[in-house]
Nanobody
Framework: QPQLVESGGGLVQPGGSLKLSCAAS????????MGWFRQAPGKEREGISC???????YYIDSVKGRFTISRDAAKNTVYLQLDNLEPEDTAVYYC????????????????????WGQGTQVTVSS
């Protein structure tokens, strides 16, 4: 059974850092582009970053320079390093596969056949 499990969320003060992990089981992430999404209270889910199959990365403007996406094939895991966090970053963070490699075109999307994790809460507050 293909599965994605996020971890690493928590409560952090403004300016702090967290590293989110997205571990896959039941399939190999190597064959997929991967995306990170978030949903803040009362807002729609938004794609914030992705890594294409060839390793190219994309970030939306609001997180560029603060967040870093990476992947570790040996661990079958994708990461999102969150630095210089702001209260506006408070949200549930999700990872998802991007089977169609849409990331190459500078968009963070997941299709109907893609896999999603259950999410991890990130709260930025003093």
């Amino acid at each position: 059974q293909p599965q994605l499990v996020e971890s690493g969320g928590g409560l952090v003060q403004p300016g702090g850092s967290l590293k989110l992990s997205c571990a896959a089981s039941g399939f190999t992430l190597d064959g997929y582009a991967m995306g990170w999404f978030r949903q803040a209270p009362g807002k729609e889910r938004e794609g914030i970053s992705c890594v294409a199959r060839d390793g190219r990365t994309y970030y939306i403007d609001s997180v560029k320079g603060r967040f870093t996406i990476s992947r570790d094939a040996a661990k079958n895991t994708v990461y999102l390093q969150l630095d210089n966090l702001e209260p506006e970053d408070t949200a549930v963070y999700y990872c998802a596969t991007d089977e169609l490699n849409i990331c190459l075109w500078g968009a963070v999307k997941a299709g109907v056949n893609d896999y999603w994790g259950q999410g991890t809460q990130v709260t930025v507050s003093s």
